[in-house]
Structures are given as structure tokens and as C-alpha cells.
């Protein structure tokens, strides 16, 4: 069965195209499952044991669905090769998980958390610049780290994003181009090792900064800017996108702004104002009380 398994990383990065990630993931899900049944041995019932077993141990359900999941794709792997005549999963229901709403900052806790860095050396003024240009635009935190200096345009106030080859420009508001500039003139060369280096943010290593590195940064200004609320990176992405549309802005320049590719993902946050609307509606209208 080791060498199944090998094949199947294979598959995964040959065939299937899967990202790091989606390969970590699997194949974590496939060992810790091979520690609790043989998989060349599992019957259905065998599977169901083992989400039941997950959910006795406090997994969440999600973490349960995801699991579900990396066996499915690995049996029906199994079974497009020949190695299996029935996919044991076939038969397991996907659970059904509530979709966790985001967590969303205040403008006071958004403004905490900006102010929260000081820009008296290289690497303060760099957390401010990446924390007022991720406000200021709603990219995804992959999209923040892969800029380039030159996807930068301080006297037009805008950035370019490229993902997967769509490019989008996304204004920045006079006070995260101040921030940008800042960076840019005074850390960002103090920062650097090698002068040919093009990414715009680096670490101080003078190298590109990574996802991991900058959620650090995130959660070491949450705790100084004394913010309760679970905050990462995508928390400023769902707060730039909620505080455009509270204050006026149409679904389909969200959508632009953020890169959705369908506006579902976009309709999230007017669906989340709408039902925060009606919280309010019904603990304060005195009939609706009654």
C-alpha cells in the first residue's frame, strides 16, 4: 500500500495539478487514516467508524468534512488504477457544516490595529504600509505578498494585482499611499540584501515576505492594538469589503475590487448587512419586540 500511496502523491502533482497545500492536506488526511485502519482493508463500515471516531475527539465538523474528502480522493483513485473494485466512501453522506460568517472589524478596531505600528525603524513602517494597502484594496493576502515595487503607482494612488493572468487595478486611499511611500523611500532599501530583488514587501532577510511571516505580523499587532476578535489577514479583506458597502458602494465594484470571478461570492457581505439590518430592526423597534 506504500507504494499506492506514492503513486498517488504522484498523481496528485503530475496529474491532478493539486497546490502545495491541497497535497500537504491530503496526504496528512490519508496517513492519519492509515494509523487507524489498513487502507487497502477499509469497508465502508471501517470509514464511518473513523468520522464518528474524529467526532468523539472534538473535530470540528468541517475538519471531519475535509478528511471525507482526502479518502474520496484517494479511492477513487484506487479504483481508476485497478487497485480497488468498490470505493469504500462511495456510501459515507457528506455532512452538512453551517457556513461560519467572517469576522469583521469595527472602523475603531480597523483603525487600532493601523495605528497599532510604530514608524520608527524599517520594520514598523513596513507593518503599517502592508496592513493600510491590505485595508485600503481587499486583496487576498497571497496577492499582497506577490506584489512587485513596480505594481506600485504612488502619483496615481493604485496598485496592480495579477492573479492567475486577470489583472485588476485597485485605488488606495491618500493616507496607504502616504504609508506606501514611506516604506518604499525610507525601509524597503534598509530592508533589501540584494538591490536586484523586485518583490514590493520583504522581510528582514531582504527576501520576499512569506504568508506565514505577515499573519505573525497581524497577530502581534492585534494583541498590542487590544483587539478580542479572532484577526487575520482575510479579516481585513471581509472588513474592507463590509465597510464599502455599508457606506454606499454597488456589488459589482466590490466585486472588481476583490477579484471575485462570481458575484455569489461578492452577494456574502450585502447578505450579512441585510441580516445585521434585521438584528438591529428586531432588538430595537419597540413593536417588533411586543
Not at 21 to 30: E, G, K
Not at 75 to 94: A, E, Q
Not at 175 to 198: G, H, K, V, W
Not at 205 to 218: D, L, P, V
Amino acid at each position: 500500500m506504500l507504494d499506492a500511496i506514492h503513486e498517488y502523491e504522484a498523481y496528485l502533482v503530475q496529474e491532478k495539478n493539486a497546490s502545495k497545500n491541497t497535497q500537504i492536506s491530503y496526504l496528512r488526511d490519508l496517513r492519519q487514516f492509515a494509523a487507524f485502519c489498513p487502507p487497502e482493508q477499509a469497508a465502508e463500515s471501517d470509514i464511518a467508524a473513523y468520522a464518528r471516531l474524529m467526532t468523539a475527539k472534538g473535530k470540528s465538523s468541517s475538519t471531519v468534512m475535509r478528511s471525507m474528502a482526502s479518502l474520496k480522493s484517494f479511492y477513487s483513485f484506487m479504483c481508476d488504477k485497478g487497485y480497488l473494485k468498490t470505493n469504500p466512501v462511495r456510501g459515507i453522506p457528506s455532512a452538512r457544516t453551517e457556513r461560519k460568517m467572517p469576522q469583521i472589524l469595527t472602523g475603531a478596531e480597523v483603525d487600532r490595529l493601523l495605528l497599532a505600528p510604530k514608524s520608527t525603524d524599517p520594520k514598523g513602517i513596513r507593518d503599517k504600509a502592508m496592513m493600510e494597502v491590505l485595508y485600503a484594496t481587499g486583496m487576498r493576502v497571497s496577492e499582497l505578498i506577490a506584489l512587485n515595487a513596480t505594481d506600485v503607482n504612488l502619483s496615481a494612488r493604485f496598485i496592480r494585482c495579477n492573479t492567475a493572468g486577470h489583472e485588476r487595478i485597485i485605488p488606495i486611499y491618500q493616507a496607504a499611499a502616504q504609508a506606501l511611500s514611506n516604506y518604499i523611500n525610507r525601509a524597503r532599501l534598509q530592508l533589501l540584501r540584494n538591490p536586484a530583488e523586485t518583490s514590493l514587501f520583504v522581510n528582514v532577510s531582504g527576501e520576499r515576505m512569506s504568508r506565514q511571516g505577515f499573519w505573525k505580523i497581524i497577530k502581534h499587532y492585534q494583541g498590542k492594538a487590544q483587539i478580542e476578535k479572532d484577526t487575520t489577514p482575510h479579516t481585513l479583506r471581509h472588513s474592507f469589503a463590509m465597510h464599502l458597502l455599508e457606506n454606499g458602494a454597488d456589488l459589482r465594484s466590490l466585486q472588481e475590487m476583490l477579484g471575485h470571478a462570481d458575484i455569489s461570492s461578492t452577494q456574502m457581505y450585502a447578505n450579512m448587512i441585510k441580516n445585521k439590518l434585521t438584528d438591529v430592526y428586531q432588538r430595537t423597534h419597540p413593536r417588533a419586540r411586543s
